[in-house]
């Protein structure tokens, strides 16, 4: 039986140091995330890849990147494609549904060539949060929409074209971001909206998401689902809303732990997103004393994690269409067809 760790890590820089080695040995976690302070160039984010899975001995290890393109890309020009925000391909959509879906789908399809070229097989993409009036620029333009079904109608087109590529999407910020004020990097965001409300608003998308595979969480605390604890280590909100009233039964993985929404020590906050019913501790700045405090917290994945990874593994394996596809560079000159003013 596996012993991996319930946590995905992130490491330092471009090249994986003897130490990390050592202690992704030792540790086991799921996987590993990577972010732009990882890539130089394509040759050598491909070795880091393969050093992170050859770390744990698993060459099926996921490794994870948030390239939603506009403002969130780790990968980057002169390197990697330029793509263009989320808000953009929603107000394509308000103007022409089918294109507007068509060119998510192409557009999630040339992120995922990417996204695989350095050895990365999990996108955190589509973001699922709606734009309210008052919605933080922390998600801005990451938002598709101002309404749950645009949202939702995108983000199916979005995982249908990285799955298409053998790129696992990823929903987030489940249950729903878009009513934050204040960036949960830097606070606990506090949504006081009823909950009939929410599930008449922000709930949607993910409830029609919700056979997706893998979930991430939100940071912030909805004071009509439980007052005292955000989302990630509240056993209510995981309980009521994320399996419950939507309905998620994947594998679902808190946010950034070293975000400052969540109090305490980071031990801690690993410790109660897993008591909360989150399978995953997620933590990215790839700082060694915090992830040795986090690995000293936590034990091997359940084996309902297990069974959730092995399950998304096999989704994947349906949903991917290695052949017979539109050229990756016909998708890209229909893109740019679609999206003039991008392209």
Same mark, same amino acid.
């Given at each position: 039986?596996?012993?991996?760790?319930?946590?995905?890590?992130?490491?330092?820089? +471009?090249?994986?140091?003897?130490?990390?080695?050592?202690?992704?040995?030792?540790?086991?976690?799921?996987?590993?995330?990577?972010?732009?302070?990882?890539?130089?160039?394509?040759? =050598?984010?491909?070795?880091?890849?393969?050093?992170?899975?050859?770390?744990?001995?698993?060459?099926?290890?996921?490794?994870?990147?948030?390239?939603?393109?506009?403002?969130?890309?780790?990968?980057?020009?002169?390197?990697? =494609?330029?793509?263009?925000?989320?808000?953009?391909?929603?107000?394509?959509?308000?103007?022409?549904?089918? =294109?507007?879906?068509?060119? @998510?789908?192409?557009?999630?399809?040339?992120?995922?060539?990417?996204?695989?070229?350095?050895?990365?097989?999990?996108?955190?993409? +589509?973001?699922?949060?709606?734009?309210? +009036?008052? @919605?933080?620029?922390?998600?801005?333009?990451?938002?598709?929409?101002?309404?749950?079904?645009?949202?939702?109608?995108?983000?199916?087109?979005?995982?249908?074209?990285?799955?298409?590529?053998?790129?696992?999407?990823?929903?987030?910020?489940?249950?729903?971001?878009?009513?934050? @004020?204040?960036?949960?990097? %830097?606070?606990?965001?506090?949504?006081?909206?009823?909950?009939?409300?929410?599930?008449?608003?922000?709930?949607?998308?993910?409830?029609?998401?919700?056979?997706?595979?893998?979930?991430? @969480?939100?940071?912030?605390?909805?004071?009509?689902?439980?007052?005292? %604890?955000?989302?990630?280590?509240?056993?209510?909100?995981?309980?009521?809303?994320?399996?419950?009233?939507?309905?998620?039964?994947?594998?679902?993985?808190? %946010?950034?732990?070293?975000?400052?929404?969540?109090?305490?020590?980071?031990? %801690?906050?690993?410790?109660?997103?897993?008591?909360?019913?989150?399978?995953?501790?997620?933590?990215?700045?790839?700082?060694?004393?915090?992830?040795?405090?986090?690995?000293?917290?936590?034990?091997?994945?359940?084996?309902?994690?297990?069974?959730?990874?092995?399950?998304?593994?096999?989704?994947?394996?349906?949903?991917?269409?290695?052949?017979?596809?539109?050229?990756?560079?016909?998708?890209?000159?229909?893109?740019?067809?679609?999206?003039?003013?991008?392209?």
């Amino acid at each position: 039986m596996s012993a991996q760790r319930a946590a995905i890590f992130g490491c330092a820089g +471009p090249d994986l140091t003897p130490d990390e080695r050592a202690f992704f040995r030792d540790a086991d976690p799921l996987g590993f995330i990577l972010f732009a302070r990882n890539f130089d160039t394509p040759e =050598r984010a491909r070795r880091l890849a393969d050093d992170l899975r050859s770390s744990v001995a698993r060459a099926e290890a996921p490794i994870l990147i948030d390239q939603e393109g506009g403002r969130v890309a780790r990968l980057r020009p002169p390197h990697w =494609r330029k793509a263009p925000p989320a808000r953009l391909l929603g107000e394509l959509y308000a103007r022409d549904p089918e =294109r507007g879906l068509e060119a @998510t789908k192409l557009n999630s399809r040339l992120l995922a060539a990417d996204v695989r070229s350095v050895g990365c097989d999990v996108d955190c993409v +589509p973001v699922l949060d709606i734009a309210f +009036p008052e @919605t933080h620029a922390v998600i801005g333009d990451r938002a598709y929409a101002d309404r749950p079904e645009p949202v939702a109608a995108l983000g199916r087109a979005a995982a249908e074209g990285l799955l298409a590529e053998g790129v696992m999407p990823v929903i987030k910020h489940i249950p729903g971001h878009g009513r934050a @004020t204040v960036d949960s990097h %830097d606070a606990l965001p506090t949504v006081t909206a009823s909950r009939a409300e929410l599930e008449r608003t922000d709930f949607v998308p993910f409830k029609l998401l919700s056979d997706l595979p893998w979930a991430m @969480t939100g940071h912030l605390l909805f004071e009509a689902i439980d007052a005292k %604890d955000c989302v990630t280590v509240s056993a209510r909100s995981v309980k009521d809303i994320i399996r419950g009233h939507i309905g998620f039964e994947g594998l679902l993985l808190s %946010d950034d732990l070293s975000m400052q929404a969540l109090g305490g020590s980071l031990g %801690d906050r690993a410790f109660r997103a897993l008591a909360a019913g989150c399978d995953i501790a997620l933590h990215c700045n790839g700082r060694m004393a915090e992830m040795v405090e986090i690995a000293g917290r936590i034990g091997p994945m359940t084996d309902l994690a297990r069974r959730r990874v092995d399950a998304g593994r096999a989704f994947l394996a349906r949903h991917s269409d290695p052949a017979g596809r539109q050229g990756l560079a016909d998708a890209a000159k229909r893109l740019t067809e679609l999206l003039p003013e991008w392209g």
